[in-house]
């Protein structure tokens, strides 16, 4: 297997962001289609499954990756109406609840062992009404971190329901607790939400933390070894001292598929993309953040960071960044290194600090001559212009996927042997940020983003 | 970067085998093992501080470990509060001094092979040892902390050999308190307050370092994960807490990886120091990196709702729950499933009390009654004690202030209660116990009644059947309506005296009653009442619970 080279990724920086984007997004890429009409998801964002109740069944299934092959996985699915059994999708659903509910959740288990859910950061969770607990066999071994939904028989599916209040709003995960280090890196894991009481729109009690609802994002990361998964399909032996992980994932996919939109069709299995979009700030138009909510079920710590911008971390682990008597304690980073079993919830504003307008306040340099660029394949996501909101000619027979003269800006884990599939870059743990122009510019220049 | 271990080691893997003799079994672990492998039952013994008060004399020497899936204890070179060879406990103990107050440890250098070896105090003092010790050499390092705080110790790696050292398990931890002496991290109202604490060291090891005679760095790829250099499978350490009890725990990392360190369970958990200085804004997380090197002081709390023996778990977030790569139910789905790796759990022991028992269960007071109560502690199997409270269970913070019992026998306690300052009526008994570590158990109780009230004699007392011989007379006696006022208990006995006024309660001569069906009359039932024809006899009645009613007089 061909070894991932971080040269290319460093070159492409001095090349500039953009023509970057030109050369590492050419190829099989369908993004930047709407193909998500069919769904009621959002195309991009955060996809909430409310509560406070919610119906889960262990599954395995199939993934998609994006060099073509494929993994066997073990996942939380919802149950439906359409899908009594559960519809198998990976990672779990993100489960948005209210603070204060009572929170139930009930996990059917279609596999062939024993699975569970835990809930790190609640307290007092209940399974079936009774306190959970560490399960011992009568020989004193541990068995699982919590009670479990017994494996599927020919009686069919096990069940559990386990309950508890979400007393304080946060990012939280929920995993498995049985056999956890194998289980989890089968896939047995999702997100929770809590909002704050009244203010769905604070990530946290405090008004500080209010955040632009139609930009909210997730993204959890985590890592796969197909080795493990073969062996688990195969039922045959996996020594994790060997573990490799060879993709690198954000909400169950791996650059570019991060890109494609949520519940996008190509990907039937893997509904979340993770595609930051945002608009510059405006104190009127615009006054609140992107809220990123970052979730770490992986082994390993994971640095991220958008490029060009700082994040404002307001919280971590479902606990808001203040003091004891409530000073604001939140700061900027650059890079948010987020452990194994940690959240963070960062904050994102892009500002427009230039306003380079072609006939206000035109960029004082001279710009290269579109017939003296050149594009990898033919294929760019450049609008042509370099002013936000504003789409220009393109040499001829170069195709743009740009669509209202919106900007793009990498969005990844800094482990850049990360940015990989199969150790091949260019993939992994990587997503784009896109900055779309305000509404304003979209209506004078008639370039409207969709 | 290639070692020759043989340097290090030497003969050791020699040794090896032959500490595996010394040590018959496996399951010796090390000297200050706070547990070993049982067959059965979850260990649950309680976890204690391998301390080591400044001044402290800490030899360099080698030790064993067993680990799961390695037939012979591996040794490793550590430290030890003793000379002896194999006696080395991984961490080492740990250093506890006070802040402002000189720490003296003494090095004695007793590592096979004639290894030279030093200490350093990263964190604490500039000044490690370079040179390095010859075999026997003794050395005293001196510092004064400034301020209170958890921190590593470990080989100096200026000396040569120091890093290979480092890890084959030469470190441990250091803990400064603070110089007020209180049951705190940082001192008196800096919140750090705790009821119970442990010195949790998180490290990774390859085991392949110590079972081949030549090892390559290059080659790291650890297979166990270690807390308090021991990985789950092998021992559990266990912290005591109780419902709402703040557990203190130092988290340190003497690895060569990060760490993320996460809890399930436990509320509001805390850092409040990190690197042996106190936090000026602690944070609350659920999982937290502790960085190679680094050190954490996390505060957390037992959930209200805890029960005697829950249990949370405190473990590796990123999952590093296996011994040597070894996934149960990997191989077939029927297989027991298995964890190892690095975890352990914050336990809450306190003890269990039951069967209380109150004797005699009625009393009017006037002496003491015998309280006893069964008293076990599972999780530490050491009762360290247990108290009654009478009528109100207190809260935590009058824990220790109520009546003892002693032990009898067994797991049975008892205390002589005198209830005579104890108003009339029912009373409650609350008793708990507090394990050997000292946290409080949950209460039982009992009650028992206190009826001070004499009974009294309504109406007459008559006689009936006479009969006289020589002056003397015999006969029955009727006490009409005799009643026991609130609390009620059965008019059980009486007593006559004969004279020109009643004897004292208690002194007459007893004669046994029978209550008259459906009435409150009393008649003898026994030998009849005697006295002079025509004398004066009183009669009293008396209660269970031992009062005697005012007398009462008929003429024989």
């Known amino acids: ?450 | 970067m290639k070692v020759k271990l043989s340097y290090i080691l030497g003969s050791g893997i020699v040794l090896m085998g032959f500490l595996a003799l010394i040590f018959a079994t496996p399951l010796v672990l090390l000297a200050s093992s706070p547990a070993a492998i049982t067959a059965a039952i979850p260990v649950r013994t309680a976890y204690t501080l391998n301390s080591c008060a400044s001044p402290c004399t800490l030899y360099a020497t080698t030790g064993t470990i067993a680990l799961p899936g390695i037939t012979n204890p591996i040794t490793f070179l550590g430290y030890s509060t003793s000379p002896a060879a194999g006696s080395a406990t991984l961490p080492g103990p740990t250093i506890v001094g006070t802040a402002s107050s000189p720490v003296s440890v003494t090095l004695v250098n007793n590592l096979p092979n004639s290894a030279l070896t030093g200490l350093s105090f990263p964190t604490l003092s500039s000044q490690p040892e370079s040179t390095g010790l010859a075999t026997a050499g003794t050395k005293a390092y001196t510092f004064t902390p400034k301020a209170p705080g958890t921190s590593l110790y470990e080989a100096s790696l200026l000396v040569a050999g120091g890093k290979q050292q480092v890890a084959m398990g030469m470190y441990g931890a250091i803990v400064i308190r603070p110089a007020d002496a209180s049951k705190s991290a940082y001192g008196t109202g800096t919140s750090s307050d705790y009821n119970n604490e442990a010195v949790l060291v998180f490290s990774e090891l390859d085991s392949n370092m110590f079972t081949q005679t030549s090892y390559d760095f290059h080659n790291y790829k650890p297979n166990y994960w270690l807390v308090n250099g021991k990985p789950y499978s092998a021992t559990t350490s266990v912290i005591a807490g109780s419902p709402n009890a703040k557990v203190l725990l130092h988290y340190l990392n003497a690895g060569s990886l990060n760490h993320s360190i996460g809890s399930l369970g436990l509320s509001q958990t805390s850092v409040i120091g990190v690197d042996g200085k106190a936090l000026k804004y602690s944070y609350k997380m659920v999982a937290e990196t502790v960085p190679a090197g680094s050190s954490l002081d996390v505060l957390g709390t037992v959930p209200s709702t805890a029960t005697i023996g829950s249990l949370y778990p405190v473990y590796n977030a990123g999952n590093h729950l296996d011994d040597n790569g070894i996934l149960y139910k990997s191989t077939s789905p029927t297989s027991t499933i298995k964890y190892g790796g690095m975890m352990t759990f914050v336990n809450v022991p306190g003890t269990s009390t039951s069967n209380v028992t109150i004797t005699p269960g009625l009393t009017n007071g006037s002496s003491p009654v015998t309280i006893g109560a069964t008293v076990t502690d599972a999780a530490t199997g050491t009762v360290g004690g247990a108290e009654l409270f009478i009528d109100t269970a207190p809260t935590a913070a009058s824990y220790g202030t109520g009546q003892p019992l002693t032990l009898v026998s067994g797991s049975s306690y008892n205390a002589s209660y005198s209830a005579s300052a104890l108003t009339s009526g029912t009373h409650t008994v609350y008793v708990h116990g507090k394990d050997a570590l000292g946290n409080w158990g949950a209460f039982a109780s009992a009650t028992f009644v206190v009826d001070k009230n004499p009974p009294v004699i309504n109406g007459t007392v008559t006689r009936s059947n006479r009969s006289c011989a020589a002056g003397t007379c015999t006969a029955n006696v009727t006490i009409n309506n005799a009643t026991d006022p609130t609390p009620t208990s059965a008019i059980v006995g009486a007593e006559y005296s004969v004279g020109a006024s009643a004897a004292a309660a208690g002194s007459g001569t007893a004669f046994t009653i029978t209550k008259v069906s459906t009435t409150n009359n009393y008649n003898t039932s026994g030998s009849p009442v005697a006295a002079t024809n025509g004398a004066t006899v009183w009669v009293r009645v008396k209660d269970a619970a031992g009062n005697w009613s005012a007398a009462k007089s008929f003429t024989m």
């Open chain 1, 1 to 450: 297997m061909p070894l991932f080279r971080p040269k290319i990724f460093v070159n492409g920086l001095r090349l500039g962001v953009l023509l970057l984007m030109c050369a590492i997004l050419a190829g099989s890429l369908s993004a930047g289609q709407d193909v998500s009409a069919a769904t009621t998801s959002p195309k991009t964002g955060l996809v909430c499954t409310s509560g406070p109740s919610f119906s889960l069944a262990a599954k395995s299934g199939y993934i998609s990756l994006p060099d073509g092959n494929s993994s066997f996985m073990w996942s939380y699915g919802l149950v439906t109406g359409a899908a009594p059994a559960g519809a198998f999708q990976f990672p779990g659903p993100f489960l948005c609840v209210n603070q204060g509910d009572v929170v139930s959740i009930t996990l059917k288990n279609y596999l062939a062992e024993d699975v569970s859910m835990i809930f790190p950061g609640q307290t007092n969770v209940m399974a079936n009404g009774v306190p959970t607990a560490p399960q011992f066999d009568v020989n004193g071994q541990l068995t699982s971190l919590t009670q479990v939904s017994a494996a599927k028989t020919t009686a069919g599916p096990g069940t559990i329901t386990y309950t508890f209040v979400a007393d304080h709003p946060g990012t939280f995960i929920y995993e498995s607790g049985t056999d956890t280090e194998k289980q989890v890196n089968m896939g047995l894991f999702g997100g929770l939400v809590v909002r704050p009481a009244g203010h769905p729109d604070y990530a946290y009690g405090r008004s500080d933390s209010q955040f632009n609802p139609a930009n909210e994002y997730a993204m959890i990361m985590s890592e796969l070894d197909p080795a493990l998964h073969q062996a688990v399909e195969r039922n045959i032996k996996y020594d994790i001292t060997q573990q490799h992980a060879r993709y690198w994932m954000l909400n169950g996919r791996s650059f570019p598929d991060t890109i494609q939109d949520n519940s996008a069709p190509i990907l039937p299995k893997q509904p979340y993309g993770s595609m930051v979009r945002l608009q510059p700030y405006s104190a009127t138009a615009n006054p609140n953040p992107a809220l990123v909510r970052y979730l770490n079920v992986g082994a390993l710590n994971h640095p991220f960071h958008p490029h060009g911008n700082h994040g404002r971390v307001i919280g971590r682990d479902g606990q808001a960044f203040a003091g004891p008597n409530g000073e604001d304690l939140s700061y900027e980073k650059f890079l948010v290194l987020v452990g194994a079993g940690q959240t963070y919830d960062v904050t994102y504003t892009w500002t427009d600090l230039d306003q380079w307008n072609p006939a206000t306040n035109p960029i004082p340099v001279t710009l290269p001559q579109q017939q003296n660029l050149t594009y990898k394949d033919g294929v760019t996501w450049y609008s042509g212009s370099p002013y936000l909101g504003h789409q220009d000619d393109l040499p001829t027979g170069t195709t743009s996927y740009n669509q209202c003269g919106e900007y793009y800006q990498v969005w990844h884990s800094h482990a850049l042997n990360e940015a990989a599939n199969y150790d091949l870059g260019f993939g992994g743990m990587f997503t784009l940020e896109r900055i779309d122009p305000p509404t304003a510019t979209q209506t004078s220049t008639g370039h409207t983003c969709s």
